[in-house]
């Protein structure tokens, strides 16, 4: 067991430009979460699967955020047309079961996401 | 809305110095509680959780109780080490609601040797 693996490490774009990352979770995790965390706070809820399901999305994540995890197990989070705002680490994490329980959530560690 | 609040950091304590890192929430019901620790280069990682009133979680030295009637989660370690030097966020999640876990700002703990 690897961990929570995320693609590519740092990314650097140019405004407009669109981009792709990709989680690959702990294998036998059903759950899976993609994160935002910018300098000098904390990581802020983006979107959730159950398996393949997409169960929720924060209003953080605007209609150029996409998300999917088509076989349940790997994710793909694209940004399109990105923004200087979008600048953040994105962080995705995966859990067997609920959070609020005795099921750990896994994180990996990020991509770094810089639009000039 | 549900939040989360913990101090701002940087703490700066010296080795063997006792550590309390403050944390209050704002919650509609009764969330379970967690502290997260993200060491320089790493990924977050669960520290400590407590899932009811009273509840003590404890891991690493470190220890946290959770108190409904002041709504905290204060972290305390008695003697810290310079390996203690991380980022540590508090966070809340409930069980039967949305699956999602909510985290405070983070507070940056330096220990001197």
């Known amino acids: 067991d690897t961990g929570v693996s995320q693609d590519p490490r740092h990314k650097i774009t140019k405004r407009g430009q669109n981009v792709t990352f990709r989680c690959d979770p702990i294998?036998?995790?059903?759950?899976l979460y993609w994160y935002r965390q910018t300098l000098g706070q904390g990581p802020e809820f983006l979107t959730y699967f159950q398996n393949e399901a997409q169960l929720e999305k924060s209003r953080l994540l605007s209609d150029r955020f996409s998300a999917e995890r088509p076989k349940g197990s790997f994710s793909t989070l694209e940004i399109q047309r990105t923004e200087q705002g979008d600048s953040a680490m994105y962080l995705c994490?995966?859990?067997?079961?609920?959070?609020?329980?005795?099921?750990?959530?896994?994180f990996g560690s990020g991509t770094q996401l810089s639009v000039l | 809305g549900n939040s989360v609040t913990q101090m701002e950091g940087p703490v700066t304590l010296s080795e063997e110095a006792f550590l309390t890192i403050n944390c209050t929430y704002t919650?509609?019901?009764?969330?379970?509680l967690f502290w997260y620790v993200q060491y320089p280069g790493e990924g977050l990682q669960l520290l400590l959780k407590?899932?009811?009133?009273?509840d003590k979680g404890s891991n690493k030295g470190f220890e946290a109780t959770y108190r409904k009637e002041t709504t905290s989660f204060h972290l305390e370690k008695g003697s810290v080490q310079v390996s203690d030097s991380a980022v540590y966020f508090c966070?809340?999640?409930?069980?039967?609601?949305?699956?999602?876990?909510?985290f405070g700002k983070g507070t940056r703990l330096h220990i001197l040797p």
């Open positions: 919650a509609t019901g009764y969330p379970s």
């Open positions: 407590a899932t009811k009133a009273d």
């Open positions: 966070a809340l999640s409930f069980m039967n609601r949305d699956d999602k876990i909510i």
């Open positions: 294998s036998e995790h059903n759950r």
């Open positions: 994490a995966s859990s067997e079961g609920h959070p609020a329980t005795n099921e750990k959530l896994f």
